[in-house]
């Protein structure tokens, strides 16, 4: 067997090495949560189920993604990811909201997803006007602000972050493909850790990557 038909087969098993561990769940929208709207558009949260990996769960869901549409009893397949670690398989990756970093937007909207949820705002109208509009205007850049109160609490979103919030028990379910639906944040999410952190597959890559260099080293002395 040549050297180039072995490096091809381990080449793949380092690609599957990192890819094994991305978990797919299955997501639904299942209502519109109370009913709540404005600007002729449903604001969060709604309900949702996401199912897989053990996973049987329903509750909020939150949409910080305008533009995209996402329709009622019709499921998507998501990966799953941590605000709190965000990478370049998120939605908006490469969203600067005046220049933040995208960890930071992603830390910025978990804020804004705890709050929407509080007691006090979960079943108000303004209150799920002005968070939805928040973490719609943070990754779609616009300035839409129907209620009065969108642009104070970015503020104080990212007021938060710059005193070391970060996002750590909400969940960033994004679509896969990305066209198949809007993103949505599970705050507490039913799975403890959403996905492996770049690190850890970083540690599992160099390992597999060093076994290839051991085996292709070998093969060349015994030739």
Not at 113 to 132: D, E, K, P, R
Not at 150 to 172: D, M, Q, R, W
Not at 213 to 220: A, D, E, P, Y
């Amino acid at each position: 067997m040549s050297r180039s038909v072995w490096t091809l087969g381990m080449t793949g098993i380092l690609v599957f090495a990192s890819g094994a561990f991305a978990q797919n769940y299955t997501m639904d929208l299942t209502s519109v949560g109370d009913g709540a709207n404005a600007d002729g558009v449903y604001v969060s949260p709604y309900q949702g189920t996401i199912t897989g990996n053990g996973v049987n769960w329903s509750g909020y869901v939150i949409c910080d993604d305008f533009t995209t549409e996402s329709f009622l009893n019709t499921p998507w397949s998501a990966t799953a990811t941590s605000a709190a670690s965000v990478n370049s398989t998120v939605k908006f990756a490469n969203v600067s909201y005046q220049g933040h970093s995208a960890q930071d937007d992603y830390n910025a909207v978990a804020w804004l997803a705890n709050g929407l949820l509080q007691a006090s705002n979960v079943n108000s109208w303004t209150a799920q006007t002005n968070f939805s509009f928040a973490i719609w205007d943070i990754f779609d850049g616009a300035s839409t602000d129907p209620s009065g109160g969108a642009t104070a609490l970015i503020t104080s979103a990212f007021n938060a972050v710059k005193g070391g919030y970060v996002g750590s028990n909400v969940a960033v379910f994004t679509p896969n493909p990305l066209s198949a639906s809007q993103e949505f944040l599970v705050v507490n999410p039913p799975i403890a850790t959403p996905e492996p952190s770049s690190v850890a597959l970083l540690v599992i890559d160099l390992a597999v990557a060093l076994g290839l260099i051991f085996f292709l080293r070998r093969r060349s002395v015994q030739a």
